[in-house]
């Protein structure tokens, strides 16, 4: 699949888009799982200031890269109708390496448990091999307001 077609399947399950679009591929997909992944460069206006001569992914965007993973995954549940995946909480973050312009992280979603509305997952990112960030969080699906 080429980088086009890569983006549209992205753009086809969430509502994200460029320059906050934080997913570059899906790698695979299970009915509870999501590996995704994403190449930071220095373009990227979240590192222009985040440090001069010593840019550094904000953990915040890291953080952002887990839940569009999981938003994707649960883009299944709101198939059916208008709503999109809306974050409700995030518990438990660690940042554990650092990610820089350049870096490719691999991201994985698991879907731990769903209770009525809300979508429970975890997130894990990676950076060569080694754990950059870990968290919990939690979904439910909004319907957008039209202006």
């Known amino acids: 699949m080429n980088q086009p077609e ?57 953080c952002e890269c887990a839940l569009q993973s999981g938003a994707i995954l649960l883009a299944k549940f709101a198939a059916d109708s208008d709503s999109v995946p809306v974050a409700t909480r995030m518990d438990s973050v660690k940042f554990k390496q650092m990610v820089r312009p350049g870096d490719t992280i691999d991201i994985q979603a698991t879907l731990t448990e769903v209770v009525s509305t809300a979508y429970f997952l975890t997130g894990k990112i990676t950076v060569n091999g080694k754990l950059a960030a870990r968290l919990d969080f939690a979904c439910t699906l909004a319907t957008p307001k039209s202006h």
């Open 6 to 62: 890569k983006l549209a399947t992205i753009e086809a399950a969430i509502p994200h888009r460029r320059p906050m679009l934080l997913v570059d591929e899906i790698v695979a997909q299970t009915p509870e799982t999501i590996h995704c992944r994403k190449t930071f460069s220095s373009e990227e206006f979240f590192v222009q200031g985040h440090f001069p001569n010593y840019p550094l992914v904000p953990g915040v965007i890291l």
